[in-house]
């Protein structure tokens, strides 16, 4: 081996250990500076959490109304998303055809693509647009909030059932119109269960990316001090945009404390979803690697 | 005369099956020898063993010794201090499908002589002329050296890769059913080829056809189920007779 | 649809899916028609003029929003700069140059990076790296374009890593006997195959890594330090289009320098559809090409 082999084999390695210093200094400063708020009071406050589970007590200085929030707007937009996203993905893997086909996966790829503050921005013409013509009394709130994060992940979940469905072996394919089954009834009673656990990962893999993303609900209803929303309407509080505030504007470090708090806890919950969708991802290819 | 290629207690597993166990012989210089046993006895993997090539499939482990005799003394394929790519430039392989890189003829014959053995500009092109001719592939393709290898018909790709391995100037060829995915005509010609071979080189051939077995041994190393079954050699006495008995059971 | 067409009629099913389809292919174009109703003002050349300028100073009735432009492709491109030669990097190691226990782990460690939120990225990059390129440049607030270009290669490149894996998926298994039958070392297999054979493959990396640099919104906004300007160096603070219009939703501004926050959506909109007929016009000719 030349010199310049060895050379560009020393490089590779630096490169390659980039990534897991990177994780481990993450991962590590976090804890080191939130461990030691992650408990109850990180979350409720002085309020007993009981009341403010069940009674809707006000929280004033834990982030369980972020939490909420968050949650909220996640259920939302998978409410709203995956019903979409399921369909859309069949049309696409097993109706669309020619130029229709066409137009619709570009789509779906230009919303992947999309910058998420452009959803966000969406969103908010959205509320101006209704202002001015039909509800002149409408704001920001958690269903707008919801409604864009769905918009934001529908891609993720076409995509998802897309892939899962056009990813089955020829075979089964076969199956359903060898045994006299139509299409419609292919889908539903052989493809769809065959694909399942690829389609699930995709979804929870996309409610992830919606409870992490913050340029949206920034310009969609996510405001520092709500408490716990009243209804779909209300502004209310959100984990990343918490956790944006305090980057940007802490006054104390109990504040600051609090934040590292709400930074593992969100970073707990993503990998969390995340490692779901990996573990269900895995489960489906071995289930086909056996045939 | 020495051993070209000596093997004992030879033991290849992949995930913990053993695929080949148990293996011992030995080849002589200026012999072809060819190994013979139905699909998945593990023929593939012995060959392989050779030039430590199953070390690029997952999950693979190799007991046992494999000894080499070049020229410059001899070479303990398994030993610690070996390199495998310096191991794999002094014994050439050919596959069953021609494998050419995805990159123009001229490159597939160049790109292998100027990285492995540090050769480039005009004795590089010399070597490759000379093996172009060598398999009788120049004529052929002499007006069209910057086209495409894969342009190629199959006859014509799997001369090309016996060329390319025949231009890094190894001691040893191993050969993986050469003539299994090409016609008749180019399979006579590649047979004739390895026979010109074999006074300069030691040559190892996995074969599936009886007749081809019959035209090109020496030696018969036979395989069965992983395990060394049966060794012939043109020698011995009886040969045909022993040929045939031994052989009838295989194919 | 002859035996088991009485259990489930399939028509209406069929219905329901198309018309879900069309309405996700419809969120696309309204969103489109929105920010060009919004936009729509500046049709008018005093006005358009008045946004393409380079000063951003709202309450002097300065809207110019060319130094946000700048500011993006600026950041963007330089944090790929940055980004794809350590992907290729890790691709390469991924690939044959590392051990393949290892191997798995860096390729793992990347498809974990995905998943931790940007919010969470910038966070730490605020009380890490900010303080860190203060103390070590002593120059301004570290709040600058070089922590966002950081922080910014950190988040594309997942996104580059993967793309380059799948393309090198497509040629390396290829090669990888051949390559190793013929007494070559890993580093030469992928320096002078596989690297060489997928230069369309790459540029479809290097173009879906623009897009999300030039798309991300918190890292920009939490480390760059948002001064509408044109930066004299890498210390010096900046805003791109999409803190802009983070910033100007915030605080609640008269109604030109709303609309510099529509231009700027236009023209992000603009750009992410260029980059996805980019990447389209790439795959189609590919697959005509083999």
């Known amino acids: 081996m030349t010199r310049f082999h060895r050379l560009f084999s020393a490089l590779c390695w630096a490169c390659a250990l980039l990534p897991g210093a990177v994780m481990l200094l993450l991962i590590g400063f976090l804890l080191r500076q939130g461990w030691g708020s992650l408990d109850l009071h990180l979350l409720f406050g002085d309020t007993p959490p009981l009341d403010a589970l069940f009674r809707f007590v006000p929280v004033w200085d834990g982030i369980w109304p972020a939490c909420f929030g968050t949650l909220c707007v996640v259920v939302l937009a998978g409410v709203i998303s995956i019903p ?121 893999l996309s409610l992830g990316r919606a409870a992490e993303d913050t340029a949206v609900i920034m310009l969609t209803g996510a405001v520092a001090n709500a408490g716990m929303p009243r209804s779909l309407f209300d502004k209310y509080e959100a984990l990343p945009f918490y956790i944006y505030t305090t980057a940007a504007e802490y006054q104390t470090p109990e504040d600051l404390n609090r934040g590292f708090g709400a930074a593992l806890v969100l970073l707990v919950m993503t990998t969390g979803l995340f490692l779901a969708a990996h573990l269900l991802h895995q489960a489906m290819e071995r289930r086909w690697r056996r045939g | 005369m020495t051993a070209a290629v000596s093997i004992k207690n ?70 610690d201090g070996t390199c495998p790519e310096r191991l794999r430039g002094r014994v050439g392989m050919v596959f069953q499908s021609p494998n050419v890189l995805p990159l123009s003829i001229e490159r597939n014959m160049l790109l292998p002589q100027r990285l492995v053995r540090g050769i480039t500009g005009r004795a590089a092109e010399e070597i490759m002329r000379r093996m172009l001719r060598r398999v009788g592939l120049f004529d052929e393709v ?110 | 649809m002859s035996a088991g067409s009485h259990i489930s009629s399939p028509i209406p099913a069929r219905i329901v899916i198309a018309v879900s389809a069309w309405i996700s292919a419809a969120v696309v174009l309204s969103i489109f028609l929105f920010l060009a109703w919004f936009c729509r003002p500046l049709l008018d050349t005093t006005v358009l003029s008045s946004l393409l300028s380079w000063d951003w100073r709202p309450f002097q009735g300065d809207f110019g929003i060319l130094s946000m432009l700048t500011g993006s492709l600026l950041l963007a491109s330089s944090s790929m700069l940055l980004a794809f030669p350590v992907g290729m990097g890790i691709c390469c190691f991924v690939h044959g140059v590392g051990p393949p226990g290892p191997a798995r ?93 997928s230069g369309r493959g790459f540029l479809a990396a290097a173009i879906l890594g623009l897009g999300r640099a030039l798309g991300d919104t918190m890292i920009p906004l939490m480390l760059a330090g948002n001064a509408a300007q044109l930066p004299g160096s890498v210390f010096d603070s900046i805003r791109t289009m999409t803190a802009h219009i983070a910033l100007v939703v915030a605080t609640d501004s008269r109604s030109l320098a709303y609309l510099s926050l529509f231009a700027c959506g236009l023209l992000l909109f603009m750009t992410t559809a260029l980059i996805n007929l980019g990447l389209r016009m790439l795959a189609g000719n590919r697959e005509n090409g083999s």
């Open chain 2, 10 to 79: 030879l033991r290849v597993t992949f995930n913990g099956a053993a695929v080949l166990e148990d293996i011992t012989c030995k080849t002589r210089c200026g012999e072809l020898t060819v190994i013979v046993g139905r699909s998945g006895s593990g023929k593939s993997t012995l060959l392989r063993a050779v030039n430590r090539l199953n070390e690029c499939f997952p999950g693979c482990s190799t007991t046992g010794v494999v000894r080499l005799s070049l020229h410059d003394g001899q070479l303990a394929v398994y030993a």
């Open chain 1, 84 to 204: 979409l996203g399921i369909l859309c993905g069949i049309h696409l893997s097993e109706f669309a055809q020619g130029r229709f086909r066409d137009i619709l996966s570009f789509c779906v790829d230009l919303l992947a693509g999309m910058p998420s503050i452009l959803m966000g921005l969406f969103g908010f013409a959205l509320i101006l647009f209704l202002r001015h013509t039909l509800l002149p009394d409408v704001g920001t709130g958690l269903l707008l909030s919801g409604f864009c994060l769905g918009l934001l992940v529908l891609p993720y979940m076409v995509n998802a059932t897309y892939t899962s469905l056009s990813s089955l072996p020829q075979d089964l394919r076969l199956l359903g119109p060898s045994l006299g089954l139509n299409h419609m009834q292919s889908i539903r009673h052989i493809l769809l269960p065959s694909a399942g656990k690829g389609i699930v990962s995709g979804l929870v």
């Open chain 3, 105 to 197: 782990l860096v390729l793992w460690t990347i498809k974990l990076m995905t998943s931790v939120p940007t919010v969470v990225y910038g966070f730490v990059a605020v009380f890490v790296l900010v303080p860190l390129l203060r103390d070590v440049f002593r120059e301004g607030s570290g709040f600058s374009l070089l922590a966002a270009i950081l922080g910014l290669a950190v988040l594309v490149l997942p996104t580059v890593v993967l793309m380059l894996h799948s393309q090198f998926l497509t040629i390396e298994p290829q090669v990888r006997l051949t390559a190793a039958a013929l007494g070559m070392a890993p580093s030469q297999k992928l320096l002078h195959l596989v690297i060489p054979a």
């Open chain 2, 142 to 251: 002499c007006d069209r050296m910057d086209a495409q290898a894969a342009t190629l018909s199959g006859g014509q790709q799997q001369r090309l890769c016996l060329a390319r391995a025949l231009a890094l100037e190894p001691e040893v060829l191993l050969l993986d059913e050469p003539t299994a995915s090409v016609d008749y005509q180019s399979a006579r010609r590649i047979e004739d080829l390895l026979l010109s071979l074999k006074d300069e080189l030691s040559l190892l051939v996995v074969s599936h056809s009886l007749p081809q077995t019959r035209r090109l041994a020496d030696r018969v190393l036979l395989i069965r189920e992983g395990r060394l079954t049966g060794q012939w050699h043109r020698g011995q006495a009886n040969a045909d007779a022993a040929f045939e008995k031994m052989l009838s059971t295989t194919f």
